[in-house]
């Protein structure tokens, strides 16, 4: 079964910079995606930045020019470097990883709380 540990959440203050990681276990190949997605009180919750194996990665909108996605294969982690925080930022941050093996297979991770106050 696939694990996702995730680590690095916190309460920063605004400007500030935070990284989080995640590493995929359980599997004998290595995830297609990873990504990050976060879900602030009350909302919905959405993609914050995804990357394939290739290298390939996409942003929301709102954290462009602020979050660097990466990825190391050779430990299947994906990192999210978190510059320049805000407020605006507060939620819980879900590493999500996706399988391709004929059919598409999802998982998440428990999630960290990340706070952005002064």
């Known amino acids: 079964q696939v694990q996702l540990v995730e680590s690095g959440g916190g309460l920063v203050q605004p400007g500030k910079s935070l990284r989080l990681s995640c590493a995929a276990s359980g599997s004998f190949f290595s995830p297609n995606t990873m990504g990050w997605y976060r879900q602030a009180p009350g909302k919905q919750r959405e993609l914050v930045a995804r990357i394939t194996s290739d290298g390939n990665s996409n942003y929301a909108d709102s954290v462009k020019g602020r979050f660097t996605i990466s990825r190391d294969n050779a430990k299947d982690t994906v990192y999210l470097q978190m510059n320049s925080l805000k407020p605006e930022d507060t939620a819980v941050y879900y590493c999500?990883?996706?399988?391709?093996?004929?059919?598409?297979?999802?998982?998440w991770g428990q999630g960290t709380q990340v706070t952005v106050s002064s």
């Open positions: 999500n990883a996706v399988y391709y093996r004929g059919n598409y297979y999802d998982y």
